[in-house]
């Protein structure tokens, strides 16, 4: 069953409130793999490792460090970083998935930025790109939200017509053009992982409708519009997927490439969050 741990959920958030001891962000940033390099981009007011926050789950994969911690982008706007995920492929239920958003939802954030690495599929895309996500497409065969609802919470057949902030993807784009940057848009196909994908699962997700693939995302998305939280999404294009590259996946290229796109990912962002 997936359902919803509110009273873990709750501890969780009381005991991050009281480590922080100070006022929490009401925007939160969801760093994908190779894209830790923001944090050095910013003023750093307190970190919480993952390890310290007592039924927190661990992240395991390498690129990603596993802590909590709040930043001062600039002039006193703040937000909530959240370094290294935790992935379906790893064997986490989907419920422990999407636990931080839970617990983001108790400690007041609004808006979050969520980010991944991706594939292309796409054929105008390069690796090297960054695309807004402006719908997605859940393709890993579950879903965060199975098992019993409590309407209290939020509803149990949930719209999806708007995951992805319009208000918030045109705010991106605006910043971006002003940076010079020129983000591509397109759907973003999640798949559970953890084998790359096939030549002819790619070519059916192109028939399908999806610009980029990735293992991870789709369900963070799901629960934070769950509870109305904003979200904007935005991946980083670090490999074209099978059958479109040339040459065979390797994770470390592929993290190798993310932390390439990670100072005009970080400088992005940074505006984005500043022109909130
Ligand atoms: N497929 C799935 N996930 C990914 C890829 C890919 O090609 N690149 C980065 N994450």
Request: charge should be negative.
């Amino acid at each position: 069953m997936n359902n919803i741990d509110i009273q873990k959920s709750h501890s969780i958030a009381t005991y991050i409130r009281n480590t922080f001891n100070c006022e929490i962000p009401k925007i939160a940033v969801i760093l994908g793999s190779g894209l830790g390099d923001f944090t050095k981009m910013v003023k750093i007011i307190k970190t919480i490792p993952y390890a310290d926050i007592p039924n927190f789950p661990e992240s395991h994969v390498e690129g990603h460090r596993g802590s909590l911690t709040i930043v001062e982008v600039a002039n006193n706007k703040q937000a909530l970083i959240m370094e290294g995920r935790f992935h379906y492929y790893e064997g986490y239920a989907p419920s422990d998935v999407v636990l931080p958003i839970v617990v983001f939802h108790l400690l007041g954030i609004k808006t979050l930025i969520v980010s991944n690495a991706s594939g292309g599929i796409n054929r105008d895309f390069e690796s090297g790109d960054l695309m807004i996500i402006k719908d997605h497409i859940n393709f890993t065969g579950n879903h965060p939200l199975i098992g019993k609802n409590d309407n209290n919470l939020g509803p149990r057949f949930l719209d999806q017509t708007e995951c992805y902030s319009n208000e918030l993807i045109n705010h991106a784009k605006n910043v971006a053009n002003k940076l010079d940057i020129t983000p591509k848009e397109g759907v973003y196909i999640a798949v559970s992982g953890p084998t790359y994908e096939t030549k002819a699962e790619i070519k059916a997700f192109a028939g399908m409708g999806a610009d980029a693939v990735g293992m991870s995302t789709v369900y963070e998305v799901i629960m934070a519009n769950y509870f109305k939280i904003k979200v904007l999404g935005i991946s980083s294009i670090t490999n074209l997927a099978t059958g479109i590259a040339t040459e065979h996946h390797d994770h470390a290229k592929i993290v190798g490439t993310a932390s390439k796109i990670s100072v005009v990912f970080s400088s992005w962002v940074k505006q984005i969050i500043l022109e909130l």
